[in-house]
């Protein structure tokens, strides 16, 4: 049985990882708590890292970013929270869901765990058998999205993910940064601009009353940039994470003219731009959030409103009303 392995060791790994399907690094300044915790996910098939500090555990997640963190919320030097916070605030790392161990169960630490980005957490005595099941569950989560912004990154799509409770911008794509930052200016520390987190707040409330979210328009001088939310089906009911989908006006008035010439809602224009791209139902439903059944659903009502049977009269349908 492999032991933990030493700080000074790590960077010998490094070039060992890419290879690996799941990577978790556990900090821990405990030896116990690692050896239990390392011997537990490494009879589960993942490959573990290790670091005792706050320091060692950034340094190593820059040089090799790992799929989940373990992260012990009370350690000598630099903290959880402040490490976890500081993964957040990196590009590189900010998309990385950190599950906290901690022995303070009280509210005000929990919400600090929370607010410094921490998608879970487990108290001490640690029970591997729980650590395992919400890892596996917080994995899944991450490779949803993981694919989804692979793939809004790979045809230039401007999309970002909100928490709803702290306005927190979770993973982005660059021309959404581009534009957050032509609308709206410099936030800091990845914070959404409080008009769209207005927006995002109204929208909610509607959508769990069963209503479909409401689209909104940005008005810059002469640029108009719209933007449509969508709820992160995969995502834990504690997360409270939205999907902003954002366009400039030639793209968003496209869509507008399907919602008005075929009667669609937005959400059913939107899988009907990416069945025009080509993308399978499952590859629609990573990108918006959303299962491949519910994606099949909005299909099927959108070939009812337009009077088709296939995927390829939809489109060329759809592609002649935008250019006439």
Known sequence: MNKPVPDALLPVLTPQLADASDVVLIVDDVPDNLAVLHDALDESGYTVLVATSGEAALALAAKAPPDIVLLDALMPGLNGFEVARRLK????????????MTGLTETEHVLEGFGAGGADYVTKPIRPREVLARIAAHLGIARSQRQARQALDAFGHATLVVR??????????????????????EMPDHQTPPELMAWVGRQAIRHRAGAEPQTITIHRGAGRLT??????????PSEGQWLVVLREAS???????????????TREAEVLYWVIQGKTNRDIGDILGASPATVKKHLERVFGKLGVETRTAAASLAMSKARG
Do not use: K, N
């Open 89 to 100: 605030s990196e590009p590189a790392t900010a998309a990385i869901p950190i599950i906290f």
């Open 164 to 185: 709803e409770r702290d306005g927190r911008r979770g993973w982005q794509t660059a021309l959404a940064r581009d534009l957050l930052l032509r609308y709206f200016g």
């Open 227 to 236: 933007c449509s939310l969508h709820p992160l089906e995969d995502a834990a």
């Open 251 to 265: 793209e968003a008035a496209m869509l507008a003219s399907w919602v008005q010439a075929f009667a669609l809602t």
